[in-house]
């Protein structure tokens, strides 16, 4: 892929230019007939949100990942979030063999780019408006729009595709999180236990090709009662796999950033080396992250309504009342969905529940540890932690990009607050390096934690018997 200089890198009117391109082309619009590209960032849940989308007719496509890191590196200074670099590296791949497979045929105006935003500190906000100017380095890329939804109207999908089906999508697509994220706890749960190694990864790369194509071509039509019993044959046939013989091993939870402790390429498969030392872990659900918009808009919706009524503003409170009550009414349908899916799960399998976002708000709350009006993902994080250690963990892992805010901040509480209640914790902060005592601090983590186990069983067995 060649680069060709700019425009908009002089002065005046040529900058104003440039700028235009924030707007112009980063922005929310119908995607049909378009290829969209979607960053992969939880494998198992990435692919079937693209099925979501195929499922109402947008033509979704799951990057490759990870293949060449060196592109987001060279493109970017290094002062960037990780996963900035890593998704400028992944769409710049895809974009270049795409242009070596099709020759003279390749058009850039084929393509959208989908790329979420966020609100609040963090440098997710800003990603595509640096990857828009990335892409409009190279003449032949200047085409690519950049599509996105943001979490300033809870993920509304009614501007990037048929209005009619903006509801459908919606409703689907939080299903297919949930689902993701039952897959994803049934992995964890019987993979340390497998009676063959491998044997969890192979049935579960068949389950993922199952479920997306479920999903693709009933979807629309929101059976979710096939969907449910494809979930139910796929966790029975996975709680088959463990050995008996085993005994449990400790309980790790992690925490942290979404996007690196779901990554697995990002964070250096960090699941797998806990379990290959000898734990059964947990990772922080992506439903999570969901349910917590949708209080958070509830919430800015409530302080709305409060300055409307002190304003004596009758118009205000009228449009915001309506509003409020249909979001109050998602966050309960949202609950109702999410409790189906894992029971489903949990009548075959005993695996990890989810946690309200009500419940750790009222946790931080009453501990006055940290406060949901601070925002970021910190809050879910430091909630998420104390559920761990409230619920039988034997350590809890913070995953992170190094010089993540929320997750600084996470640590800062974390850290002392789990030591005075003798829960191993680690940071594992990641840049794309491999850090030299990375092996050695996981290897005594998980030391750690096993003694937490035998400490606790011990305890349990003295109750008992006294």
């Known amino acids: 892929m060649s680069e060709n200089g700019r425009p908009g890198q002089g002065e005046g009117a040529d900058n104003r230019l440039s700028f235009d391109r924030f707007q112009t082309s980063v922005r929310q619009f119908n995607v049909s007939g378009k290829t969209m590209l979607m960053p992969d960032m939880a494998p198992l849940c990435v692919r079937l949100l693209a099925a979501c989308f195929r499922a109402v007719g947008v033509d979704a496509v799951v990057?490759?990942?990870?293949?060449?890191?060196?592109?987001?590196?060279?493109?970017?200074?290094?002062?960037?979030?990780?996963?900035?670099?890593?998704?400028?590296?992944?769409?710049?791949?895809?974009?270049?063999?795409?242009?070596?497979?099709?020759?003279?045929s390749f058009s850039a105006d084929r393509y959208v780019y989908f790329l979420p935003e966020a609100d609040g500190p963090c440098r997710f906000g800003m990603y595509n408006k640096l990857q828009r100017m990335i892409l409009d380095r190279f003449e032949e890329l200047r085409d690519i729009p950049i599509v996105y939804v943001s979490t300033r109207n809870a993920y509304a999908t009614e501007s990037i595709m048929h209005p009619d089906l903006s509801p459908v999508f919606r409703?689907?697509?939080?299903?297919?999180?949930?689902?993701?994220?039952?897959?994803?706890?049934?992995?964890?749960?019987?993979?340390?236990?497998?009676?063959?190694?491998?044997?969890?990864?192979?049935?579960?790369?068949?389950?993922?090709?199952?479920?997306?194509?479920l999903i693709e071509n009933v979807g629309a039509s929101l059976d979710f009662n096939r969907i449910y019993l494809l979930v139910d044959d796929i966790v029975a046939a996975a709680a088959s796999l463990i050995d008996p013989h085993q005994p449990r091993r400790p309980r790790i939870g992690i925490v942290g950033e979404i996007y690196l402790r779901s990554h697995p390429d990002s964070n250096q498969n960090i699941i797998r080396s806990l379990e290959r030392y000898g734990g059964e872990v947990v990772n922080a659900s992506l439903a999570e992250w969901i349910n917590f918009i949708a209080c958070e808009a509830s919430r800015k919706l409530r302080h709305d309504w409060k300055k409307a009524w002190r304003e004596e503003d009758h118009g205000s409170l009228r449009r915001l009342s309506r509003r409020l009550l249909g979001n109050e009414i998602e966050k309960l349908y949202q609950s109702w969905r999410q409790k189906q899916v894992y029971r489903v799960a949990r009548q075959r399998l005993d695996i990890q529940p989810d946690h309200t976002i009500r419940t750790i708000e009222r946790r931080l709350d009453h501990e006055r540890l940290f406060n949901f009006d601070i925002g970021t993902e910190a809050a879910l994080s430091i909630g998420g932690a104390l559920e761990y250690a409230l619920h039988g963990f034997d350590g809890v892992v913070n995953v992170y990009p190094f010089t993540c805010m929320p997750s600084t901040i996470c640590s800062a509480v974390l850290k002392p607050l789990l030591h005075d209640m003798g829960l191993p914790y680690l940071d594992t902060p990641y840049d794309g390096t491999i850090q030299p005592n990375r092996e050695v601090a996981l290897r005594t983590f998980m030391y750690q934690a096993q003694q937490h186990l035998a400490s606790r069983t011990a305890g349990r067995n003295g109750r008992a018997q006294t």
């Open 63 to 104: 990057m490759d990942t990870y293949r060449d890191l060196s592109l987001g590196k060279q493109y970017t200074s290094g002062k960037e979030c990780f996963p900035c670099q890593v998704t400028v590296g992944d769409v710049l791949y895809h974009l270049q063999k795409e242009k070596e497979r099709l020759g003279a």
């Open 171 to 213: 409703r689907l697509s939080y299903v297919a999180i949930n689902v993701a994220d039952v897959m994803d706890r049934t992995v964890w749960r019987v993979r340390p236990y497998e009676y063959r190694p491998g044997i969890t990864d192979e049935l579960m790369e068949k389950a993922v090709e199952a479920l997306s194509s």
